[in-house]
T-cell receptor
Framework: DSGVTQTPKHLITATGQRVTLRCSPR?????VYWYQQSLDQGLQFLIQ???????AKGNILERFSAQQFPDLHSELNLSSLELGDSALYFC??????????????FGPGTRLLVL | QQPVQSPQAVILREGEDAVINCSSS?????VHWYRQKHGEAPVFLMI?????EQKGHDKISASFNEKKQQSSLYLTASQLSYSGTYFC??????????????FGKGTKLSVIP
């Protein structure tokens, strides 16, 4: 158990809908990272938040947005969902802003299925 | 840019050794190795920094060749529990004191009795 929690574990929805994924980082960690993992694909970095502010952006679609709240939990909002958005969504956390030797600890993931 | 991992997949018998390589075209500061079992979260194995060699787990070690921008993960006397997909993540400087991890597509390792 990494100490990172994610809810829900599974989500089934229809195309065009909007969903929110939630992540609570390990106690004391200030950074939260979101990743998308499609079937047989690697981990695609979406976005990083550090202490409430956006720190880095990866391949995140405009239909997707995220935020980090004062208690450091984070939410990833996915809207106008398409079939291709079906994937495992992981969040990870790390103690600071992301140093070269800083480990990211991954949560158990949310499996999203868009029908 | 995404690092390139090789091989894409490998099948081993228990007790055999394996090497997984990770190469990048960008200047790297560190390489992070993770193992993921099917449908589970990636689990951290170890981090290497510029020529350093670390042993994060029993019989699993790694090296980082800074000149070649390449890291290799060595699995010795493999056990059934080593099965999974191994990802390398390469850290490159993204500004403001932060480094961004970019993961390879993974190497699927299957250990059979």
């Amino acid at each position: 158990d990494s100490g990172v929690t994610q809810t829900p574990k599974h989500l089934i929805t229809a195309t065009g809908q909007r969903v929110t994924l939630r992540c609570s980082p390990r106690s004391g960690d200030l950074s939260v990272y979101w990743y998308q993992q499609s079937l047989d694909q690697g981990l695609q970095f979406l976005i990083q938040y550090y202490n409430g502010e956006e720190r880095a952006k990866g391949n995140i679609l405009e239909r997707f947005s995220a935020q980090q709240f004062p208690d450091l939990h984070s939410e990833l909002n996915l809207s106008s969902l398409e079939l291709g958005d079906s994937a495992l969504y992981f969040c990870a956390s790390s103690p600071t802003s992301g140093r070269a030797l800083e480990t990211q600890y991954f949560g158990p993931g949310t499996r999203l299925l868009v029908l | 840019q995404q690092p390139v991992q090789s091989p894409q997949a490998v099948i081993l018998r228990e007790g055999e050794d394996a090497v997984i390589n990770c190469s990048s075209s960008k200047a790297l500061y560190s390489v992070h190795w993770y193992r993921q079992k099917h449908g589970e979260a990636p689990v951290f194995l170890m981090i290497l920094l510029k020529g350093g060699e670390q042993k994060g787990h029993d019989k699993i070690s790694a090296s980082f060749n800074e000149k070649k921008q390449q890291s290799s993960l060595y699995l010795t006397a493999s056990q059934l529990s080593y099965s999974g997909t191994y990802f390398c993540g390469t850290a490159a400087y993204s500004g403001a004191g932060s480094y961004q991890l970019t993961f390879g597509k993974g190497t699927k390792l299957s250990v059979i009795p």
